[in-house]
């Protein structure tokens, strides 16, 4: 059974940084794709950043592109979530999903398309 468990959260000022961690386990994850997603208070579930297992495609929710970075360590089987130049929008429960038929390439990447979730850790990010 695949389980994602999610770390790094936290507080931190505008213009600071964050690592979120996402650790996987239960299956070989070589087929999958690997996604984060946000929700904000009293928002609906977004899209984030994706990466492929095998291939390391990548791809970015406009909000975030050029100031998050998606990768993975496929020994540890780990996902990582780098994320600089907070922003207070940047507010939202942060949540690890993964699926094998998923894709970080539209119109794959929604969160309907992702059938394993872990339980999300907080980002608060002040102004």
């Known amino acids: 059974q695949v389980q994602l468990v999610e770390s790094g959260g936290g507080l931190v000022q505008a213009g600071g940084s964050l690592r979120l961690s996402c650790a996987a386990s239960?299956?070989?994850?070589?087929?999958?794709?690997m996604a984060w997603f946000r929700q904000p208070p009293g928002k609906e579930r977004e899209f984030v950043a994706a990466?492929?297992?095998?291939?390391?495609?990548?791809s970015y929710a406009d909000s975030v592109k050029g100031r998050f970075t998606i990768s993975r360590d496929a020994a540890k089987n780990m996902v990582f979530l780098q994320m600089n130049s907070l922003k207070p929008e940047d507010t939202a429960v942060y949540y690890c999903?993964?699926?094998?038929?998923?894709?970080?390439?539209?119109?794959?990447?929604?969160?309907?398309?992702?059938?394993?979730w872990g339980r999300g850790t907080q980002v608060t990010v002040s102004s």
């Open positions: 999903a993964a699926d094998p038929l998923a894709s970080p390439l539209q119109p794959m990447r929604g969160p309907d398309k992702f059938g394993y």
């Open positions: 239960g299956r070989t994850f070589s087929s999958y794709a």
């Open positions: 990466i492929s297992w095998s291939a390391g495609r990548t």
